[in-house]
C-alpha cells in the first residue's frame, strides 16, 4: 500500500500502479501524454484540446465545471485527476464515490513541478517526469536572465468579456505576470474580479487572453479609450495559464512576446 498527499492534503492511497485514468483537467491530461501516459487515459473532458486528437481516441465524460458521472462510471477509472480551480467541490465528491481522486492546486512554478513528480510517483514514470522537471527548470533559468535588465509594464490581463473579468492575485496568471517583469495593476484583488471599465493611463499594456474567452483582433477597440496609452495585444492564454508539460514551451513563447513589445 502505497499513500500520498495530493496537493490540498488529501491523502490518497493505492495498492497498484492506476491503470485507467480520467482527467479532468486539460492542461493535465496534456501532461499526461508527454509522460507517455496516453494509453492509460479512458476519459478527457471537452475542452482538453492537446493533443488534439485525444478527444477522438477517449470518451469525452463532460467539461470542468459539469460531468456525466455515469459515463466516468462506465469507464471503470482506476483514478480520477482533479484540479481545485478547474472542478469545484461537489465535482470531487462525486467522483471519490468512484474511485481515487488525485486534486492539485497551483499557484507558483514549484506547485506545477511538484504536480509533475507526483505524477511519476502515482504512474511509476519517475524519470520522464524528471526529465520535463528538468527542462522546466532549464528554461525557467534561462528566462530569468533574459528577463533581468527587461523594464517593468503596469499591466491588465483580460480573461473574460460580458462581465470584463481579470487576473488577479493568488492565480497562476499573476504568478507568470511578475516573473515577466509584468506589474498586474489589479493585483490587489483577488482571483479573476469583475470590473468595470474606467480610463486608467497608467496601464501601459493590455492582454488579452485566448482562453477561457477566445479574445480575438475586433475586442481591441472595446478597450482603446479605457487605456489611451496602453499596447492591447492578443496572447496565448495556455502559455500563461496551463501549469503542466506546457512550461516547457511557455518561456520560448514569453521571450518573444516580450521582444515584440519593443
Known amino acids: 500500500m502505497t499513500n500520498l498527499k495530493d496537493q490540498i492534503n488529501r491523502v490518497i492511497s493505492f495498492e497498484k500502479i492506476p491503470k485507467r485514468i480520467v482527467s479532468l483537467v ?9 509522460l507517455g501516459l496516453e494509453p492509460s487515459i479512458v476519459g478527457v473532458t471537452k475542452f ?20 456525466n458521472l455515469e459515463k466516468i462510471k ?14 469545484t467541490k461537489e465535482i470531487v465528491e462525486a467522483c471519490e464515490s468512484i474511485c481515487i ?15 509533475i513528480k507526483q505524477y511519476g510517483c502515482l504512474f511509476n514514470v519517475e524519470e520522464k517526469a524528471l526529465h520535463i522537471c528538468n527542462e522546466i527548470e532549464w528554461q525557467c533559468k534561462d528566462f530569468k536572465r533574459f528577463i533581468q535588465n527587461k523594464k517593468q509594464l503596469k499591466v491588465a490581463y483580460f480573461i473574460w468579456k460580458n462581465p470584463w473579468m481579470v487576473a488577479a492575485n493568488n492565480t497562476f496568471i499573476n504568478y507568470l505576470l511578475t516573473l515577466n517583469s509584468f506589474d498586474n495593476y489589479y493585483k490587489s484583488q483577488n482571483r479573476y474580479p469583475e470590473i468595470n471599465l474606467e480610463v486608467k493611463p497608467e496601464i501601459g499594456l493590455v492582454m488579452l487572453s485566448s482562453e477561457p474567452y477566445p479574445f480575438k483582433e475586433k475586442h481591441k477597440k472595446d478597450l482603446e479609450a479605457f487605456y489611451p496609452n496602453a499596447k492591447i495585444v492578443l496572447v496565448d492564454g495556455e502559455m500563461f495559464s496551463w501549469y503542466g508539460s506546457r512550461l516547457t514551451k511557455a518561456f520560448a513563447y514569453f521571450k518573444a512576446l516580450r ?4
Open 26 to 34: 486539460p492542461s493535465q491530461t496534456e501532461l499526461l501524454c508527454d
Open 48 to 67: 482538453c484540446m492537446h493533443p488534439n486528437y485525444i478527444k477522438t481516441k477517449v470518451t469525452v465524460v463532460g467539461g470542468t465545471k459539469e460531468i
Open 74 to 87: 462506465a469507464l471503470k477509472p482506476d483514478i480520477i485527476l482533479c484540479n481545485k480551480e478547474e472542478n
Open 101 to 115: 481522486v488525485h486534486v492539485s492546486d497551483i499557484y507558483t512554478l514549484d506547485d506545477s513541478l511538484q504536480l
Open 259 to 262: 521582444l515584440n513589445l519593443c
